[in-house]
């Protein structure tokens, strides 16, 4: 106020004061935002309409009026106002639930529906946009040839002339727009007062009287029997059809985007793209209705243009003709279809009826110029924020802005290269139809992203502009489509056809953005429906799939045991990665990073990552194995590796790893164990700071802290990833525990990698073998418990108890035959596996109270010692897995 109101009086005070208070009341905003409101209305609403007013409006709607007649042309205009205003609301409701930013259309979608159909969408309404600027470029060379061959000035020929002068206004234009958006706004300003000026001009005509040169080419002024006989259609010629007509005019009504285009130079774009979109519809909608209407009103079809084709008195031949009963004979013209004027044939008919022929000239004139101008900078603007996206690649050199309002020149001169290609075809009524289709495309994904964003009930889809229904864009959406296959149903292949290759693309591709699409929000509601569903489906044998809980620890530290669980779940069953992480904050940052969901989408292993907290390695894999999954959507079997430094490690940490497996087998999950010759971790420990990394399942000691890196993980290759030659898969099924040890090997074959690997299965049998035990004996005695003659048999029990991984003579006796069973277990799989490319082997099942943990880790790492392969250990829950046992 106190800038607004310096040196005036105190009686100018009050009065701008009273004047503004009003404003307010009247326009329903605070005072800082009705500069803003001012310079939104211009940019948006007058661009909008000026780029709707082009070519079509002065040069063809008289024509498609004298094919159509009136009331089908109304049908058509309304037809199209209808697809547009509800393309209107859909663009203002997505508009108005966030911050809009450049882009405009491509913006958008692509922040609503993603961007696998915003990047293919921006890219067509870019290309559409480009040839709208040699439609309405041609348009003006058009009316610069037909003014040339009047006053007999031809440079080549009617068609070169048309090219020639197209090329040369283009290139003006790209002069303007790269000169930046203060010289192309005031150009427009310009442009619409002008087109102001020509249709008060054209009113004006209508309504002074015909002089007799006008009647000779077809204008009476308002006359009933006009209007009554130009309200029906008469077709003539190869797009004599209603869709041949709207094929033509559509592109007339496609520029209710130029507002939303510039988004980037909107200072309040949430309030000026629904107000200024809806409104240019609104006129635009309604002075296409008035001229439709008033040039049917008073213009015949066909006249000749000839002074002397008066009806005479003494005249007795049969005139044909509307213009009969006002004295004028074109009878001959109409029957060798040779009528210059009329609006069947003259396409500067509206020039021809204005009180001042230039005006209508200069409307057209600022009609196609400033049309043409405004889709020269609302392409590459688009196309601009596509390329900053990086969803494509090689385009991102037309990326670059320049100037403080970032502008893309060099997107400016590839609209003019597309354009100057067009202008070459010189003819409009077939450039016309090839636009349709594309903008046709486009708004049926604008209505679709309202209608999607709106089905998927986000709390995020929350658009402060509430005159929209979800329905009506649906509505919007398929009637878009309908007309594009009734206009041209080949263009339309063609323009879907694109749609997906780039769609296509864009999904194979998978670009690392998140914009909080609908389509985000829809996969969300399907899949927690389907894992809801799925609680009234009851299990069955034919549809069981091993749903993985990997104890894996960092991912990155442990690879060869994600890739080959990989193999099993690939694109058929859960898999989840999971790292028990102690107390530590550090540690409890790294266990709940997300770079170990990146490693993994990096790696491409299709996934779940969990992290959880816990004072010892047993309590948190009891938390996974009880909590893990989401209803049905459960792991049903534990992978873990294999504790390598069992023999070395203390009596404890064996006892806790045995105890794992138990709580697994309580649980009722199928384990398996990975043991490989040169060991499963691959992470590297940070020794200058004093740390070990985190203790997980091949090293179960108490979890200790690690040092945080920010670094990448490095992706590094397991034989697991490589093709496998024409090996075998040797598996030894010992006990029938339900089949996962037979399932796993086929769902291992189904993989290219492993395709060429025969299953072998063996079963036990009775074999006279070597019975090499000292080595297990030598092992053994270092968990055994000690005890001395003097010791009293009563004082066994309790320090048993203290120390339940200790192994006593009675356990050994009592389990020796299971032990010499392994050491003759491991003793045939170095004969006959040793050249396999994995070995598969039942677990041995040492009972709780029966056997030691420690007894037991034993006879696992004698199963399992010094062989070449892989070995995975299987032991399944009892539940039948395998189509053998169904019924």
Known sequence: MSTS????????????QRVINTAQKIIGCPLPLLQDIAHTCYLSRIRCMLNIWGVILFLRLPWITAQAGIGLTWVIILLSSCITGITGLSTSAIATNGKVKGGGTYFLISRSLGPELGGSIGLIFAFANAVAVAMHTVGFAETVRDLMFENGAVMVDA????????IITVTCLLGISMAGMAWESKAQILFFLVIMVSFASYIVGTIIPASTQKQAKGFFSYKADIFAANFVPKWHGPDGSFFGMFSIFFPSATGILAGANISGDLKNPTVAIPRGTMMAIFWTTMSYLIISATIGSCVVRDASGMLNDTLLPSSSGVCVGDACQYGWDFTDCIHNKSCAYGISNYYQSMSMVSAFAPLITAGIFGATLSSALACLVSAPKVFQCLCKDKLYPFIGFFGKGYGKNDEPLRGYLLTYIIAACFILIAELNTIAPIISNFFLCSYALINFS????????????????RFYSKWLSLLGSVCSVVIMFLLTWWAALIAFGVVFVLLGYTLYKKPAVNWGSSVQASSYNIALNQCVGLNHVEDHVKNYRPQCLVLTGPPSSRPALVDLVACFTKGL?????CNVAGPSPSVVEKASSDRHVTWLNQRKVRSFYRGVVATDLGSGVNMLLQAAGLGRIRPNVLLMGFKKDCRSDTPQAAHNYIGILHDAFDLQYGVCILRMKEGLDVSHTSQ?????????????????????????????????????EKKTIDVYWLSDDGGLTLLLPYLLTRRKRWARCKVRVFVGGETALRLLVRHFENTVGRFRLDTSPKQDSDSEPPRQQEEPWMITDQDLERNQAKSLRQIRLNEVLQDYSRDAALIIITMPVGRRGVCPNTLYLLWLDALSRDLRPPVLMVRGNHENVLTFYCQ
């Open 688 to 724: 200058s700071h004093g740390k070990k990394s985190i203790n997980t399942i091949s090293a179960p000691s108490p979890i200790q802290t690690t040092s945080i890196s920010i670094e990448p993980e490095p992706q590094t290759s397991t034989v697991f990833q490589k093709k496998q």
């Open 5 to 16: 109101l310096a040196g005036s009086s105190a009686a100018d005070k009050k009065a701008l």
């Open 450 to 465: 309202c209608f999607h964003a709106s089905i998927t009930n986000s709390p995020g889809w929350r658009p402060s502009f």
């Open 159 to 166: 068609t070169n002339d048309i090219r020639i002068i197209g």
């Open 573 to 577: 069953s859960l898999m989840m990665c």
